[in-house]
């Protein structure tokens, strides 16, 4: 069983910044994928931004340029950093892993971030 813990949430005001950690009980060398979510009251579960083993990400087109998704191999760790956050920013943010194929996947317990304007 692969544990994952995010941390890092919180509030903040507009145009600020924080960065989620996604800390895994497992190297990550090991995770073929990681990535964040992020729901919003009454909305779906959607997916923010990816990386994977070898280190190619991709990113929601709402957070494209004000997002960084990384990770520290040395610390099992994944990372969202983000910047110029707006309101609609706000929502539980959760991690999740995939790991070998057919994944065996794995979601964190969430994170919530709200942006006041």
């Known amino acids: 069983q692969v544990q994952l813990v995010e941390s890092g949430g919180g509030l903040v005001q507009a145009g600020g910044s924080l960065r989620l950690s996604c800390a895994a009980s497992i190297s990550i060398l090991s995770i073929n994928r990681m990535n964040w979510y992020r729901q919003a009251p009454g909305k779906q579960r959607e997916l923010v931004a990816a990386?994977?083993?070898?280190?190619?990400?991709n990113y929601a087109d709402s957070v494209k340029g004000r997002f960084t998704i990384f990770r520290d191999n040395a610390k099992n760790t994944v990372y969202l950093q983000m910047t110029s956050l707006k309101p609609e920013d706000t929502a539980v943010y959760f991690c999740y892993a995939a790991i070998g194929f057919p994944p065996l996947t794995y979601w964190g317990q969430g994170t919530q971030v709200t942006v006041s304007s």
């Open positions: 990386i994977t083993s070898g280190d190619t990400t």
